[in-house]
Antibody, heavy 116, light 112 residues
Framework: EVQLVESGGGLVKPGGSLRLSCAAS????????MNWVRQAPGKGLEWVSC????????YYADSVKGRFTMSRDNAKNSLSLQMNSLRAEDTAVYYC?????????WGQGTLVTVSS | DIVMTQPPLSSPVTLGQPASISCRSS???????????LSWLQQRPGQPPRLLIY???NRFSGVPDRFSGSGAGTDFTLEISRVEAEDVGVYYC?????????FGQGTKVEIK
């Protein structure tokens, strides 16, 4: 069974940092591009970043470029999102999602709240 | 960036009746490889999104055949042939032809 399990969310003050993780199992993680997608409370979906299967290429939304860093460890079937200089507008559920041209695999999400 | 436009709300649907959701992109979604990377996702209340349709009209594994997708270029449609209670939720179109990936605002499907 395909599983993506996010962790690391929580409450952080504006300007603070947080590191999200995603543990993958049940599929060949090494061959899939992976993404982070977020959803602010009561709002729609916003794509955040994508990393290719080897980690050679990483893409970011303009809203997070320069503040967030995505990485992966294929030996550990894991994905990370380092979030720095957090703002109130970064408050959202962050989903780990697998795929390139479409997103067939999704985790349950982890909530990040940025508030003083 | 490619802007994806969906109506926010569909007309309430009677159980067993069809429903249709439209999605329009601000530019053609035809990729240089010849594919059109337009997909549809369903998000039930309190759940993560789930892939229904990929590359305009391909049903993902396990998706009931009452869901179908169509369209080309910049105009796309998701159809539910006979709405069931479990279809209540928000439906998003998403383009993956270019970065940044972008989603429509989502269309809420409600039962009358």
């Amino acid at each position: 069974e395909v599983q993506l399990v996010e962790s690391g969310g929580g409450l952080v003050k504006p300007g603070g940092s947080l590191r999200l993780s995603c543990a993958a199992s049940g599929f060949n993680f090494n061959i899939y591009s992976m993404n982070w997608v977020r959803q602010a409370p009561g709002k729609g979906l916003e794509w955040v970043s994508c990393i290719t299967s080897s980690g050679s290429y990483i893409y970011y939304a303009d809203s997070v470029k320069g503040r967030f860093t995505m990485s992966r460890d294929n030996a550990k079937n894991s994905l990370s999102l380092q979030m720095n200089s957090l703002r109130a507008e970064d408050t959202a559920v962050y989903y780990c999602a697998g795929g390139w041209g479409d997103l067939p695999m999704w985790g349950q999400g982890t909530l990040v709240t940025v508030s003083s | 960036d490619i802007v994806m436009t969906q109506p926010p709300l569909s007309s309430p649907v009677t159980l067993g009746q069809p429903a249709s959701i439209s999605c329009r992109s601000s530019q053609s979604l035809v990729h240089s490889d010849g594919n059109t990377y337009l997909s549809w996702l369903q998000q039930r209340p309190g759940q993560p999104p789930r892939l229904l349709i990929y590359k305009i009209s391909n049903r993902f594994s396990g998706v009931p055949d009452r869901f179908s997708g169509s369209g080309a270029g910049t105009d796309f449609t998701l159809e539910i042939s006979r709405v069931e209670a479990e279809d209540v939720g928000v439906y998003y179109c998403m383009q993956a032809t270019q970065f940044p990936r972008t989603f429509g605002q989502g269309t809420k499907v409600e039962i009358k």
